[in-house]
Every structure is written in structure tokens, then in C-alpha cells.
């Protein structure tokens, strides 16, 4: 009886065994996360239109103001 406990125990494992695989070829959940966070990272590396206007217009000031030559 014990042999016969024996081959299903080695039998088992082998199914066990042959069921898990290193391959993360597919979309799992930590590539799905990965990839969005580098869309959130894009996203934010853009300024909208109002703070790039913002941006523009304090370079100007500190530009006229800063530079001599360019006051008048």
C-alpha cells in the first residue's frame, strides 16, 4: 500500500510541477500595472495650456524686467 501512496505522491508532484511555468509572455496583472502607471507618468510630464500660458508669461516679465536693453 505504502508503494502504491508513493507513485501517486511522485505522480502528483509531477503534475503539480509541470502545471507552473516562469513564462510571463501573457498580460498579467503586473504588466497591466506597469503599463499604466507609465501612462500616468506621460500624462503628467505634459503641462496643459494653462500653465504652460502661466510659464510663458512670468519667463516674459522676469525677461523684460531682468534685461536692460529689452525695457523699452
Known amino acids: 500500500m505504502k508503494y502504491l501512496q508513493l507513485i501517486g505522491l511522485i505522480a502528483c508532484a509531477s503534475f503539480f510541477a509541470s502545471c507552473e511555468t516562469t513564462d510571463t509572455a501573457g498580460r498579467g496583472t503586473q504588466e497591466s500595472k506597469r503599463l ?37
Open 36 to 72: 499604466a502607471a507609465l501612462q500616468r507618468q506621460r500624462q503628467h510630464e505634459q503641462p496643459d495650456e494653462a500653465q504652460q500660458n502661466l510659464w510663458n508669461a512670468q519667463q516674459d516679465i522676469i525677461n523684460r524686467d531682468g534685461n536692460a536693453s529689452r525695457r523699452y
